[in-house]
């Protein structure tokens, strides 16, 4: 699952397939979160194991800094 984060004033926006789809205040907490919200969308499957990767083609991620290209629970 790839995740493209932009940076707001409360913290990362996080895009699932170009659409907004969660909100997470730090990069480290992006994994869980997108599993979260696809356990919500989506109950019938299970999330647990999935890889979530931070696009860090987004210049928002590029500047903050702090960014892990693969995140895993």
Not at 8 to 20: Q, S
């Amino acid at each position: 699952m790839t995740v493209t984060a932009h940076r707001w004033m409360h913290g990362w926006e996080l895009r699932i397939d170009g659409e907004t789809a969660t909100q997470v205040d730090s990069l480290d907490r992006v994994a869980q979160q997108v599993r979260d919200y696809l356990d919500t969308v989506e109950p019938g499957t299970d999330h647990s194991r999935w890889e979530v990767v931070i696009d860090a083609a987004s210049s928002d991620v590029e500047s903050s800094g702090s960014v892990s290209h693969s995140v895993d629970g």
